[in-house]
């Protein structure tokens, strides 16, 4: 290296920046408040399919019977789920299927009713089986016009894989609905996605009915469903169809809470043929006597307290053909 030739100086290191406080990060602006949502929303579907099954399960109690045989539901049954941003009020209808007896007809009425006068449909699918009432209740949706609909295909823990996929393409083709889950009812499976789905589909509307509101049904009318539905679950044949319930007296304790409280209750039960009611009472009255504890069994659970059932057994020939008895019993306007 030459004498002239200079060492170049090291590099300075560069020197920090003094400390400065951090400007504050820019304040996000509001996010608007939720709006709320309200609205009805039709439960449809074929017998069995498991509609009063999921809206028990969505409510976190029974308010609807259900039980292993098709065609239990003959009324439209109210339920209210109730959220800080939205209330559902649930329409449980009887399984849609096709039959020319006036208390088919009277049933298959109230869903179609209730399917027009909803802000949305909610198809219940049961994805193990598709017959004939599968069909109808296609045909009622078809029919729906421009009303948001969800469909869950039901049960589907019970299913396998290749059906529920084709069952998925078979109703998008078919319907083309806003929505489509796989669900279980009787598991809670899917049931919290739903309800999102649900709320999302309703309209921005307050809440028609109140916090606190639980079902339409007077505990006289889950009285009667609940004696029905033992009849259901005992006997066989046409004997459960055949069955109408009316309460004829519900006495109320004065104080419910009271840790003696005491419900009195009596029911008859209509059947339309005396070998009907003779089933009915059984040898030695042990049908009955089995119907009874059943019942009671279930209402003591529902009130919380104790109940004295009384049942009576009554023959209303053919009432199920009878446009007055059917008016009678509330199962038509």
Not at 181 to 191: H, N
Not at 245 to 255: G, H, K, N, R, S
Not at 281 to 310: C, H, Q, T, Y
Request: aromatic residues 4%.
């Amino acid at each position: 290296m030459s004498v002239d030739q200079k060492k170049a100086p090291k590099a300075q290191k560069a020197t920090k920046a003094p400390n400065r406080p951090k400007a504050p990060k820019p304040a996000k602006p509001p996010t608007p408040a939720q709006p709320y949502r309200s609205g009805f929303a039709a439960i449809v579907g074929a017998p069995n399919s498991g509609k009063s099954t999921l809206l028990n399960r969505l409510l976190g109690q029974k308010v609807a019977i259900a039980t292993a045989k098709p065609q239990t539901t003959r009324h439209r049954i109210l339920g209210v789920l109730t959220d800080k941003f939205c209330q559902i009020v649930f329409c449980d209808t009887p399984g849609v299927h096709r039959s020319d007896k006036l208390l088919n007809a009277a049933m298959v009425a109230r869903a179609q009713a209730a399917l027009a006068d909803a802000d949305v449909g909610l198809w219940v699918v049961d994805a193990r089986r598709r017959g004939p009432e599968h069909q109808a209740a296609l045909e009622m949706v078809l029919g729906r016009g421009v009303k948001p609909l969800a469909a869950v295909l039901n049960k589907c823990d019970l299913a396998v894989r290749e059906e529920l996929d084709a069952l998925a393409v078979e109703i998008r083709e078919a319907v083309a609905p806003q929505a489509l889950l796989e669900i279980s009812a009787k598991t809670g499976q899917g049931l919290v996605e739903l309800k999102k789905v649900l709320a999302a589909l309703l309209p921005e509307a307050p809440p028609p009915y109140p916090e606190d509101a639980l079902t339409d049904q007077t505990l006289r009318d889950l009285a009667a469903e609940f004696v029905r539905e033992a009849v259901f679950e005992l006997t066989r044949e046409e004997v459960p169809y055949s069955t109408a319930v009316t309460i004829d007296e519900f006495l109320e304790p004065d104080d419910p809470e009271a840790s003696d409280a005491l419900y009195r209750i009596s029911a008859t039960i209509h059947v339309e043929k005396e070998t009907q009611k003779k089933v009915m009472i059984g040898r030695k009255g042990e049908m009955l006597k089995n119907v009874g504890r059943r019942a009671r069994l279930s209402l003591e659970d529902l009130l919380e307290a104790r109940v004295f059932l009384s049942l009576f057994v009554r023959t209303t020939k053919d009432w199920s053909k009878s446009r007055r008895d059917l008016s009678d019993f509330g199962y038509a306007d």
